[in-house]
Every structure is written in C-alpha cells, then in structure tokens.
C-alpha cells in the first residue's frame, strides 16, 4: 500500500478522500516461492547422533525430498568442540514441511539462508 498522489474527478465530486491505493507489483506461485526465495539449506548434525541406522534414514529422507535448494551440513563434535561445515555436491532438497517435520523427529537442527 502506498500514499495516492492523485483523486479521481468522481471521488472530487462526492468530497471522499482516498490517501491510498494498493498496486501488485509481483505475483508469483505459492508452489515456486520457496525455489525463489531460499538461498541454502543447512542441517546440523553432532557425532554422537552418527550411525549406521540414522545414515540410512538420513539418505532416505534426502532422496525422498529431491529438489533445487543447496543443502549444507554442519557436522559438530561436541567433545573437542570442532565444527565442519560440508556442501553436499550430491544432493540438493526441496524445503517443506513434510522435510522439516521428518527432520525434526529425527532431532536434527536445520536453517534455512535467504537470497
């Protein structure tokens, strides 16, 4: 919504003051805004969390949400306090809320970089 700078000759006559008017400057699909507007995706994982079981749920969750957003993945140790921060050339997911919820019950921390 922005200030009108100009009353139509109608709404002169009838004495009504419109200070404003709303104007679409971009429209875009519901289904693309998450392509247009995420830069990254970043899950944290720790070393404790580490096995072969998490491994193959891990793998079956990020092939199940193949997508365009580049995923990161930030592996902490929490006994040395040692971060490594890792781009995955491989895989690549498309955020929602099925993925966050899944991500969520396996305990992984997650973030999301805007463009």
């Given at each position: 919504?922005?200030?009108?700078?100009?009353?139509?000759?109608?709404?002169?006559q009838?004495q009504?003051?419109?200070?404003?008017?709303?104007?679409?400057?971009?429209?875009?699909?519901?289904?693309?805004?998450?392509?247009?507007?995420?830069?990254?995706?970043?899950?944290?994982?720790?070393?404790?969390?580490?096995?072969?079981?998490?491994?193959?749920g891990?793998?079956?969750?990020?092939?199940?949400?193949?997508?365009?957003?580049?995923?990161?993945?930030?592996?902490?140790?929490?006994?040395?306090?040692?971060?490594?921060?890792?781009?995955?050339?491989?895989?690549?997911?498309?955020?929602?809320?099925?993925?966050?919820?899944?991500?969520?019950?396996?305990?992984?921390?997650?973030?999301?970089?805007?463009?």
């Amino acid at each position: 919504i922005a200030p009108k700078f100009f009353v139509k000759q109608d709404n002169k006559q009838e004495q009504q003051n419109v200070p404003y008017s709303l104007k679409v400057s971009e429209i875009r699909l519901l289904g693309n805004i998450s392509e247009d507007m995420l830069k990254e995706f970043t899950i944290f994982i720790s070393t404790p969390m580490l096995s072969a079981d998490f491994r193959k749920g891990l793998m079956a969750l990020l092939k199940a949400h193949k997508g365009t957003i580049p995923l990161h993945m930030m592996l902490s140790d929490p006994k040395t306090g040692y971060n490594i921060e890792f781009k995955s050339m491989k895989f690549q997911v498309a955020v929602s809320v099925e993925l966050i919820t899944q991500l969520n019950e396996f305990g992984i921390r997650w973030k999301v970089s805007k463009k």
